[in-house]
């Protein structure tokens, strides 16, 4: 079996307490940048782009990075969308509509702010209302950078806003607690050291996955690496 898996660290010293972000994102043939190119091979095939393990800890308003995921991490860990926005507050239902905008005002865009996420107003399509019968609850037709909670938002519909408030919180799909598959994750470090051996790490995971899979190549956005002999 052939293939590649590939992915890009976007890495910024954008928090503000000073300390590090680092964006980890498996890239597939979607149109988040950097393009497919002669010298860039995405992710082949397509479902080992949620290769990225992470936990929803006991308050499940925080996640973390776990580990990429083994063989068997694919059949025991399922895909989470970080797509899903609550306000405990708000009864959304009778109120706003799928096709409504939501727009967030993060107190630190730079948490946020990225390739993905430019800016720093964030706005989202909402596609459900109050799913899983939860009134307080919407899903959008994205996904969110990262879970928070203590969010400001409002959502609006051809201009005019319908509702709005500040005890928002991003939410993975329906996972209270427990491991989760993803394709993206958003990692926070004291300094620049922390960040770059997280980054190594990884990559060192990502090649022990791809020698496994199909003892083929990994590719990030400047390293092709081939299996380890």
């Keep these: 079996m052939s293939g590649h898996i590939s992915v890009t660290f976007e890495k910024d010293a954008a928090t503000p307490a000073g300390g590090v972000r680092v964006i980890t994102r498996i890239i597939d043939q979607g149109d988040?940048?950097?393009?497919?190119?002669?010298?860039?091979f995405p992710t082949d095939p397509s479902d080992l782009k949620y290769c990225i393990v992470g936990e929803v800890v006991a308050s499940g308003n925080e996640e973390r990075f776990s580990r990429i995921a083994t063989s068997?991490?694919?059949?025991?860990?399922?895909?989470?969308?970080?797509?899903?926005?609550?306000?405990?507050?708000?009864?959304?239902?009778?109120?706003?509509?799928?096709?409504?905008?939501?727009?967030?005002?993060?107190?630190?865009?730079?948490?946020?702010?990225?390739?993905?996420?430019?800016?720093?107003?964030?706005?989202?399509?909402?596609?459900?209302?109050?799913?899983?019968?939860?009134?307080?609850?919407?899903?959008?037709?994205?996904?969110?950078p990262s879970g928070m909670p203590g969010l400001s938002w409002r959502v609006t519909r051809n201009g005019s806003t319908l509702v709005t408030n500040n005890t928002g919180i991003t939410k993975r799909s329906l996972l209270v607690t427990g491991l989760f598959r993803t394709h993206r994750f958003n990692s926070y470090f004291n300094d620049a050291i922390?960040?770059?051996?997280?980054?190594?790490?990884?990559?060192?995971?990502?090649?022990?996955?791809?020698?496994?899979?199909?003892?083929?190549?990994?590719?990030?956005?400047?390293?092709?690496?081939?299996?380890?002999?």
Excluded at 32 to 40: D, E, I
Excluded at 215 to 224: K, L, S, V
């Design 32 to 40: 988040v940048p950097p393009s497919p190119s002669s010298t860039y």
């Design 72 to 144: 068997t991490d694919f059949t025991t860990y399922s895909i989470h969308t970080l797509n899903y926005f609550e306000d405990p507050s708000v009864n959304f239902n009778g109120l706003v509509l799928a096709g409504d905008t939501l727009e967030i005002f993060h107190t630190h865009p730079e948490y946020w702010t990225s390739d993905e996420f430019p800016g720093e107003t964030f706005v989202f399509s909402i596609a459900e209302v109050a799913p899983g019968a939860v009134n307080t609850r919407l899903r959008i037709q994205e996904t969110f």
């Design 194 to 229: 922390e960040a770059d051996n997280f980054i190594a790490s990884v990559k060192a995971q990502i090649q022990s996955l791809a020698n496994a899979t199909f003892e083929q190549n990994f590719t990030d956005e400047t390293h092709t690496f081939s299996p380890t002999v």
